[in-house]
């Protein structure tokens, strides 16, 4: 049975830090492509990043230089370390393992105070 498991998020005032980990079972987590989603109120699920098994990444414009994945394939762990958070980033955050089956996690809320 697959789980992803996420944590980290929490409230945290504008231009602060938060690091979100992914923690999969049930698979063989480096062949899966992590990725981190989030979805805010009303508002369609969105991709925020993504790292493949060979360890590239690709991020939504609206976070790079800010967020950075990152994974640990000895811990079947996915980090997203999210840095100068704006109001605006305030979501539900997915975690999601791909390869020939997709999985998601359960989401973890973060919310950004002005």
């Known amino acids: 049975q697959v789980h992803l498991v996420e944590s980290g998020g929490g409230l945290v005032q504008a231009g602060g830090s938060l690091r979100l980990s992914c923690k999969a079972s049930?698979?063989?987590?480096?062949?899966?492509?992590m990725g981190w989603y989030r979805q805010a109120p009303g508002k369609q699920r969105e991709l925020v990043a993504r790292?493949?098994?060979?360890?590239?990444?690709n991020y939504a414009d609206s976070v790079k230089g800010r967020f950075t994945i990152s994974r640990d394939n000895a811990k079947n762990t996915v980090y997203l370390q999210m840095n100068s958070l704006k109001p605006e980033d305030t979501a539900v955050y997915y975690c999601?393992?791909?390869?020939?089956?997709?999985?998601w996690g359960q989401g973890t809320q973060v919310t950004v105070s002005s």
């Open positions: 999601n393992a791909d390869y020939k089956f997709g999985y």
């Open positions: 049930g698979i063989i987590f480096r062949l899966y492509a």
């Open positions: 790292i493949i098994s060979g360890g590239s990444t």
